[in-house]
């Protein structure tokens, strides 16, 4: 395996091959690259087709599209308070893993909305019963469901008031709890449909318990999604991981490390197409923008605070695919909105400078604009329905523009 790489922007290329965006990474379907990642950011339906499109071999969206109709794609509130996509499968035991994070938000909010435990029972009954008798609902027929049982308060009516607010919060907590979750998608919206046939928590790598918070279970479910993150995003921090899930810096930091060790244990299955391949930790010669170096896996990292900020986490082959899929991963790629490669971690030095964060996200955390990247920094954004827009720093040519074009070109051509 080559240990350094020294290319002035190795980070951002290493980052774009783990994240399945050459052939050699690219899931073969929709499904696949979503369980790869573990979870993808879901906020604008139309952005979270895009970016499972842009993991995938050959699909397009319809085949995302098929994936949610047939049941193996689910849209929720799994993690961080923030909606993200997830295979069916990983749905319970990864919401059970980290819901506890939101626990005391989801309190507050409940508080101040007059809602209680019997109320959020009772919308759950009325939701299931509902969708038993008629399918998947839209948002707005769930509403009028609740409505009509009497559960919004006395400005139900009101597109803005309480009464809108208690609507949106049960719709978002039942999903938590795992009542409720979005499936076959709809024009612009995901239907609500039945959580409980899914597989339950318990299946998934906490076991008994689900891997709740608290659980003998927990830990183990917390390094599998710091193996997946690290496999799907490295090189990336505990500080990135963190970010990701919610979870405090020292749990991240150490789930990394069982992450490690997991992987590297001599019964470990290794299947490098499914991604399930070793970890290794990783130094950055001059920070994100500097040369990867792998250390290794056996020599522990520097311990503390210095640690945790200084050592990365990487899949073991990923400078070797790097080395073969170099050309692909520095070309032109045509990202969705809110797409992991740019909101997947705390730190983006290597993909972009503060001018280009405003250029991608000008409210500063409100609407993410489509980015293109090239040579492994952002060089465009194009917001939906406008023309390109430039990052200051980006070196206009017309190799540049034609390669733009033709990404832009060949996403769109997917996404019809």
């Known amino acids: 395996m080559a240990a350094t790489a020294p290319a002035p922007r190795e980070m951002s290329y290493l980052r774009l091959v783990a994240q399945g965006l050459v052939g050699?990474?690219?899931?073969p379907e929709p499904a696949e690259a979503v369980r790869r990642q573990l979870a993808v950011q879901g906020q604008q339906v139309s952005s979270a087709s895009h970016a499972i499109v842009s993991?995938?071999?050959?699909?397009?969206?319809?085949d995302v599209d098929a994936a949610f109709e047939a049941g193996r794609l689910v849209r929720s509130w799994p993690m961080r308070g923030t909606i993200h996509i997830t295979t069916a499968a990983d749905h319970h035991w990864l919401r059970v893993a980290l819901m506890h994070r939101m626990d005391a938000w989801a309190?507050?909010?409940?508080?101040?909305?007059?809602?209680?435990d019997a109320l959020l029972e009772r919308?759950?009954?009325l939701a299931l019963a509902a969708i038993a008798a008629e399918g998947p609902l839209r948002r707005a027929r769930l509403l009028r469901v609740w409505r009509d049982g009497g559960l919004m308060g006395a400005d139900s009516g009101s597109?803005?008031?309480?009464?809108?607010?208690?609507?949106?919060?049960l719709l978002v907590r039942l999903q938590r709890e795992g009542v409720l979750v979005q499936g076959p998608r709809r024009g612009n919206e995901h239907l609500v449909v039945d959580a409980t046939a899914l597989l339950p928590a318990e299946s998934g790598p906490g076991g008994a318990g689900g891997g709740a918070h608290g659980t003998a279970g927990h830990r183990a479910a917390v390094a599998e999604i710091a193996r997946r993150y690290a496999t799907s995003h490295g090189p990336v921090r505990a500080a990135d991981l963190a970010r990701w899930t919610a979870l405090p810096l020292g749990e991240a930091a150490r789930a990394l490390e069982d992450a490690v060790e997991m992987t590297n244990a001599a019964d470990y299955a290794v299947r490098a197409g499914r991604g399930d391949v070793p970890l290794v930790r990783a130094a950055a010669d001059g920070?994100?923008?500097?040369?990867v170096r792998a250390t290794g896996a056996g020599a522990l990292p520097a311990s503390?605070?210095?640690?945790?900020?200084?050592?990365?986490?990487?899949?073991?082959?990923?400078?070797?695919?790097?080395?073969?899929?170099r050309r692909r991963a520095a070309g032109t790629h045509f990202l969705a909105a809110f797409d992991e490669v740019h909101v997947g971690y705390k730190d983006r030095a290597c993909l972009t400078d503060a001018a280009g964060e405003r250029l991608i996200c000008p409210a500063a955390n409100g609407m993410f604009r489509p980015l293109l990247v090239?040579?492994?920094?952002?060089?465009?954004?194009?917001?939906?329905g406008a023309g390109l827009l430039w990052a200051d720093d980006a070196r206009r040519s017309a190799r540049l523009e034609r390669d733009v074009e033709r990404a832009v070109r060949d996403m769109e051509r997917r996404l019809a």
């Open 304 to 325: 503390g605070a210095a640690g945790r900020a200084t050592t990365l986490y990487m899949r073991a082959d990923l400078p070797d695919l790097l080395a073969a899929s």
């Open 55 to 62: 993991r995938t071999a050959r699909a397009g969206r319809a």
């Open 287 to 291: 920070g994100l923008r500097g040369a």
């Open 107 to 116: 309190r507050r909010t409940e508080k101040w909305l007059g809602l209680d």
């Open 123 to 125: 919308a759950g009954g």
């Open 24 to 27: 050699a990474t690219a899931a």
């Open 159 to 169: 597109d803005s008031g309480a009464g809108a607010q208690r609507g949106r919060h």
């Open 374 to 384: 090239d040579r492994g920094r952002v060089v465009a954004v194009r917001p939906a």
